[in-house]
C-alpha cells in the first residue's frame, strides 16, 4: 500500500523571482524529516533561502541536483512514507506537472 507523496518545490519568494538554483541538501535521501523542516537551501537573484518540507516523513528523491537551476515551482525533491515503493515514486516525479505560479 502507498501513503500520500509531497512534492517539495521550488518557492516563489518575490514577486518578480522566476527561478532559484539548489545550492545545498540538508537532508540525505533516505532521511525522516519534519513538516517546516529545512531540507534544501537555495540561492535565488540577490537572496539565501530554505526550502522548508512541506509534509512529515522520508526525504525519498532529492530530483534537483545541487548547482541547478530549477523555475518556480519545478520539482526539487519527494517526500513520501517509508512504505511508498519506489515505482510509486519514479511514476510521480515522471508525471510531475508545476502548478502555474502567477
Known amino acids: 500500500m502507498s501513503g500520500p507523496i509531497h512534492a517539495v518545490t521550488m518557492p516563489k519568494l518575490g514577486f518578480a523571482m522566476k527561478e532559484g538554483s539548489v545550492t ?6 533516505g532521511e525522516p524529516v519534519s513538516l517546516d523542516q529545512a531540507v534544501a537551501d537555495i540561492e535565488i537573484e540577490k537572496a539565501m533561502a530554505e526550502v522548508a518540507a512541506p509534509a512529515a516523513g522520508v ?11 530549477l523555475p518556480v515551482g519545478g520539482l526539487i525533491g519527494v517526500i513520501a512514507g517509508a512504505e511508498t515503493d519506489a515505482t510509486d515514486i519514479d511514476r510521480f516525479v515522471a508525471d510531475f506537472r508545476p502548478a502555474p505560479v502567477a
Not at 545545498?24 to 535521501?29: G, I, L, M, T, Y
Not at 526525504?59 to 537551476?69: C, D, F, M, S
Open 59 to 69: 526525504l525519498r528523491r532529492q530530483v534537483a541536483k545541487v548547482g541547478e537551476t
Open 24 to 29: 545545498a541538501w540538508r537532508a540525505a535521501e
